[in-house]
């Protein structure tokens, strides 16, 4: 989960159209007596509204088109769909509400279901002051919660042991890369000359961005990616290497 920030402007279709459409839902509730009585049909033609390309489309971008809790891309945790963060089952209120909409996995979406985040709440990685770092850690390809409400979110968003597949995939391509960067990094040490010593320096520096390339926001689980290079030893070395010769140099 890395931090996330919606555009300020809503989307003009909401400002239009948002108090027509809860309206609707709400007469809906009303007629029915309940959320749950709606017959399928009407409340599927009610809610529909808010899958719209307006909508989504800033919005998903907002999430680089992934997960707004796992960071999943589509291809791997499966289509990205419009989350209520508040459920619309319960806060009918917010059906429509740009700020209770999250770009959400399908899995995670079907994980977290009704789950009432007034009443036990959850991590909205929209949130101003949220911030990964406080709340997640890793052991190898294990997501640990720091705090209680992490703890909640991976359980009500399923992501026990869901992310081992995916991370351990990300921890073999990152074990190649670190490789890589140790062996040219050792290279460095047989250059004789200035001029090979410069290339070599340039084929770490390679190295370094193709790691740093995994930590990109648009990048899938960038923050599990961003964690474990930045824990890793060999990158730290590197980039304290780098630093030194090219202060040298100039
Ligand atoms: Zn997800």
Redesign the pocket.
């Known amino acids: 989960m890395i931090k996330l920030e919606k555009p300020i402007d809503i989307p003009q279709i909401l400002i239009d159209k948002q108090k027509e459409w809860t309206d609707h839902l709400l007469q809906l509730v009303n007629k029915y007596g309940s959320y749950k009585s709606i017959p399928k049909d009407e409340k599927d033609s009610a809610l529909k509204y808010y899958r719209h390309k307006d909508i989504t489309e800033p919005l998903f971008n907002s999430s680089y088109e992934k997960?707004?809790?796992?960071?999943?891309m589509p291809k791997d945790?499966?289509n990205i769909e419009v989350e209520h963060f508040y459920p619309k089952s319960i806060y009918h209120d917010k059906a429509f509400e740009w700020l209770n909409f999250l770009p959400?996995?399908?899995?995670?979406?079907d994980a977290k279901g009704n789950h009432d985040v007034g009443c036990e709440p959850i991590l909205n990685p929209y949130d101003s002051d949220f911030d990964p770092i406080i709340h997640f850690e890793f052991n190898l390809a294990r997501l640990k919660g720091k705090t209680d409400i992490a703890k909640n979110t991976i359980e009500v968003?399923g992501?026990k042991s869901r992310l081992y597949d995916p991370y351990s995939k990300l921890i073999k391509v990152f074990c190649e890369y670190e490789q890589d960067l140790d062996e040219a990094i050792e290279e460095l040490a047989k250059k004789d000359t200035e001029r090979k010593k410069l290339n070599q320096l340039r084929k770490i520096s390679e190295s370094i961005d193709r790691i740093e390339y995994l930590m990109k926001p648009t990048e899938k689980y960038s923050y599990f990616c961003t964690f474990m290079i930045t824990n890793s030893s060999v990158y730290l070395s590197a980039k304290e290497l780098l630093k030194e010769e090219y202060e040298e140099v100039s």
Not at 67 to 72: K, N
Not at 104 to 109: E, I, L, M, Q, V
């Open positions: 997960c707004a809790f796992c960071e999943g945790s499966g959400s996995c399908r899995k995670c979406n968003c992501l």
